[in-house]
């Protein structure tokens, strides 16, 4: 289904004074206004295909209704976020859960959504129907050549599909490691691994990247290959400009400083982009900002300051993408705020009085300095994100129009209450 813009508009039309009353009130504060507005109009997060399905545990998936049965309707489901927020113009896709077998004709319905394709995403993590080796024990880093050579293939072959589709990058995440000590050569592991990715980088056309993600464990328990940005850098920093790092947020030890992670990269130029989420206690994938919007904030305020250091356009430099799926709610919705927290993350931060932060650095000022940063952290800056919405003919309020429009309920309608999407 797709939803009409007379309809977005007419509770607009209902809100606006309510909006006006909010905006004018925060806004007579901000200096360069439009300016921060525009950045906030072009600022898109890309939504994971396999994120518009209801997610599940090992233990078990309550499926919620009307999930997309097809590519084709979970780029229709990105279609309706993008509607309602205009600030998710893209779709990342994971092969094979998703497969583009028709992919002009794919990128035509994408492209009337006013959608495109972000990176494509392999997956060694699983042994698909028909495959011929397992990788029980790994991938890019397995011990036999055969297994190497099969999760090569396959990392080929979704770049050629991201071609297809005019994607600009492959993000790898791979699960290999070891579940108990001895288990492997942690240092030929690395180096297998770093063999295989050369082969990978071997095939990128010149205009794409590769982004090597890192995760602490899970599903292995005692040593992830690639399990942290150090071991993430070493490998993109081996394998050439084309490879960066990326930072999955949701894939950190507990207590990890993830802005100074951010800044570092950033300096180095290898900072590929984000998996937003959020976690309390590993990688819970739940919706961004619901548990330390705080350290949401932390993050874009180095992002700002180290991107507008390097002279980099926030909106397009890196790549910025949600990885966040949740077993209780309706995905469109857990989307919708995610999105909606990483805008007023990144709202706050543009508000940050830079010069006065550098100046109460230069004096050691602490207690200024948290002022500063606090200030900008406890600003509402919802209208100006309903604002920027407003001018780029979204809703000012998404999630009460999804509500009003009853458009889960129609979804249901027409795919049923027990269509089951692809993916985790
Ligand atoms: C992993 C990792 C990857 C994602 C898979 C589904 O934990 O975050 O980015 O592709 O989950
Ligand atoms: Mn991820
Ligand atoms: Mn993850």
Redesign the pocket.
């Known amino acids: 289904m797709q939803l009409e813009k007379y309809k977005i508009d007419e509770a607009n039309h209902q809100q606006l004074k309510d909006h006006q009353r909010k905006f004018d009130f925060v806004a007579g504060d901000v200096k360069n206004l439009d300016t921060i507005l525009q950045k906030l109009i072009d600022f898109n997060i890309a939504i994971p295909s396999?994120a518009l399905g209801t997610g599940g545990t090992r233990f078990g998936r309550f499926s919620g209704g009307g999930e997309p049965r097809s590519l084709e309707e979970k780029i229709e489901d990105v279609g309706l976020i993008h509607a309602l927020n205009r600030s998710s113009n893209s779709i990342s896709l994971?092969i094979p859960w998703d497969i583009p077998s028709n992919a002009s004709a794919i990128k035509a319905h994408a492209a009337q959504l006013g959608l495109h394709f972000d990176a494509v995403?392999s997956n060694t993590f699983q042994d698909q129907p028909n495959q011929e080796l397992s990788y029980k024990f790994g991938s890019l880093h397995h011990v036999d050549k055969a297994v190497r050579k099969q999760a090569v293939a396959h990392n080929i072959e979704v770049i050629k599909y991201g071609v297809e589709l005019d994607s600009k990058a492959l993000s790898v995440?791979l699960s290999d490691g070891s579940n108990f000590p001895g288990q492997l050569n942690m240092r030929g592991a690395f180096e297998r691994t770093l063999e295989s990715l050369q082969e990978i980088y071997e095939a990128l056309p010149d205009d794409w990247k590769v982004w090597v993600?890192y995760?602490p464990y899970e599903p292995n328990f005692y040593s992830t290959t690639i399990g942290d940005w150090g071991q993430s850098y070493l490998l993109s920093s081996k394998l050439g400009q084309k490879a960066q790092t990326l930072v999955?947020l949701g894939?950190h030890l507990q207590g990890a400083n993830i802005e100074q992670i951010v800044s570092l990269l950033l300096m180095e130029g290898k900072l590929a982009g984000f998996?937003f989420n959020d976690s309390k206690y590993g990688?819970d994938d739940l919706t961004v900002g619901s548990i330390n919007p705080y350290q949401l904030f932390l993050i874009f305020n180095e992002l700002v300051e180290g991107m507008d250091a390097r002279g980099m356009t926030h909106a397009t430099s890196i790549g910025w993408m949600i990885?966040a799926s949740h077993n209780v709610k309706d995905p469109i919705e857990d989307l919708l705020q995610s999105v909606e927290a990483i805008k007023i993350a990144y709202a706050q931060a543009l508000l940050v009085d830079t010069p006065a932060l550098v100046q109460a650095q230069q004096d050691n000022d602490v207690v200024l300095a948290q002022e500063i940063l606090q200030q900008a952290y406890r600003t509402d800056v919802r209208s100006l994100l309903a604002e920027a919405r407003l001018r780029a003919g979204g809703a000012l309020n998404p999630l009460a129009v999804y509500r009003q429009q009853t458009i889960r309920q129609q979804l249901i309608n027409e795919r049923g209450a027990k269509a089951v999407s692809t993916g985790?």
Do not use: G, I, R, S
């Open positions: 396999w994971h995403n995440w993600e995760k999955d894939h998996h990688d990885d985790l």
